[in-house]
């Protein structure tokens, strides 16, 4: 179950990200299926490879930060809409 301080970082993260990258849209943030300890922001993805890119990195570095403060594990995971 994702509590409230679980919840309230993807939200966060997510806006952060979105902030870089408007073109992004929230799809859900659910327990990862391998360790429900850890969470996954469900994204659209961008249209351009080097922009997904771009996100993967930025995302990547935002997620060490809380993983490092919180010691929660929680990643962006881009989807196609295709």
């Known amino acids: 179950m994702i509590n409230f301080k679980q919840q309230e970082l993807a939200q966060e993260l997510?806006?952060?990200?979105?902030?870089?990258?408007?073109?992004?849209?929230?799809?859900?943030?659910?327990?990862?299926?391998?360790?429900?300890?850890?969470?996954?922001?469900?994204?659209?993805?961008?249209?351009?490879?080097?922009?997904?890119?771009?996100?993967?990195?930025?995302?990547g570095d935002k997620t060490v930060d809380i993983l490092t403060q919180y010691g929660y594990y929680i990643s962006i995971m881009p989807k196609s809409t295709i």
């Open 14 to 59: 997510f806006y952060s990200i979105k902030n870089e990258f408007p073109e992004i849209e929230l799809i859900n943030i659910v327990e990862s299926p391998e360790d429900p300890n850890d969470l996954w922001i469900n994204t659209t993805s961008t249209s351009d490879e080097d922009r997904e890119l771009a996100l993967i990195d930025l995302a």
